[in-house]
């Protein structure tokens, strides 16, 4: 007989209580789970169940049988809908949660991944705090920096730098940094949802520098910061992803190119369960493809903590 069938109609017996109900959860006769389960002692050699016209109950050794036949049935189940999982397409909306800074570099991407895949729908949401994932219903987020210890799941899926800049205009009334210890003479525009809020780490040919600063600006918006940056306001330090067209036109100045500043890294974050649906595996996969390939290699770089 079926091992397998003979397991089920083993648990549902115990589960529902009766041989009747075993075989009205399975669709079969009473007499087909009979044979099972009859199938199944014989064949261990032991007796699993005490029946009376009434009821049935576990042996001792069936007790523990039952539980392990459970959790084989569980695992069945599981590598069944891993398996199917892995072999269909994905479809569906899948709500996608990232900073403002991030949203131009994964919107290219997005788009991309849905020529590829049409079935599936972006719901993209941005915003500078960490989510609840699980209580606004996000099947995925994007971050970079440190992130809040908690349960999620975590994907490493490429590197970046910030980068020093300011406006020619700020620059002609206040003069030109040469080394990161002038920068605590200048107005410097603060991102204050940052792990570096009020201290910029840079290295260079002469060491490390971590250099407290100081301005009249404290913002959790990096566009906040860009378009202050634009006026001429002070200094900043925000991603590349934000400011390249800016600093091609020349309306941005990148300060002390000779010194590097703090490394930050993009990450992808997904609440923990026992299967990833499968629209979130493979955008995830096709994030670390795109990204670790280098094909968007100038937008690689301009990942920040935000």
Not at 73 to 101: D, F, Y
Not at 115 to 121: A, H, M, T
Not at 246 to 267: F, K
Not at 285 to 300: K, Y
Request: proline fraction near 6%; glycine fraction near 8%; include cysteine.
């Amino acid at each position: 007989m079926d091992r397998i069938m003979s397991l089920q109609a083993f648990v549902q017996v115990v589960d529902s209580g009766s041989f009747s109900g075993a075989a009205k959860r399975l669709g079969v006769s009473p007499a087909v789970v009979t044979g099972h389960v009859q199938a199944l002692e014989k064949r261990l050699g032991v007796q699993l169940l005490n029946r009376t016209t009434r009821k049935v109950n576990l042996t001792e050794v069936g007790r523990g049988f039952h539980d392990r036949a459970r959790r084989i049935l569980g695992e069945l189940e599981e590598a069944e809908s891993v398996a199917s999982a892995q072999q269909s397409s994905p479809r569906g909306t899948l709500r996608l949660n990232t900073s403002v800074s991030l949203a131009r570099l994964v919107t290219p991407l997005i788009s991309d991944y849905v020529s590829l895949y049409p079935d599936v729908c972006f719901e993209l949401v941005m915003s500078d705090r960490m989510v609840d994932m699980v209580e606004e219903g996000f099947d995925l987020a994007l971050r970079s920096g440190p992130l809040p210890d908690s349960s999620l799941i975590t994907r490493r899926l490429g590197v970046g730098r910030l980068v020093l800049c300011a406006a020619p205009e700020y620059l002609a009334r206040h003069g030109r940094p040469e080394r990161p210890e002038d920068l605590t003479e200048h107005n410097c525009l603060i991102y204050i949802n940052s792990h570096l809020e009020g201290r910029w780490r840079l290295s260079g040919p002469d060491g490390e520098h971590d250099v407290a600063i100081a301005g009249n600006l404290r913002s959790n918006s990096v566009e906040g910061l860009r378009a202050a940056a634009l006026a001429g306001l002070g200094i900043c330090l925000l991603p590349t992803v934000n400011i390249t067209e800016d600093l091609a036109a020349g309306h941005l100045v990148r300060l002390l190119p000779d010194y590097r500043t703090t490394e930050v890294v993009l990450q992808a974050v997904y609440p923990p369960g026992r299967h990833v649906p499968v629209k979130v595996r493979t955008f995830i996969d096709f994030l670390v493809e795109r990204l670790c390939q280098g094909r968007v290699t100038p937008m690689l770089p301009k990942v920040a903590n935000m």
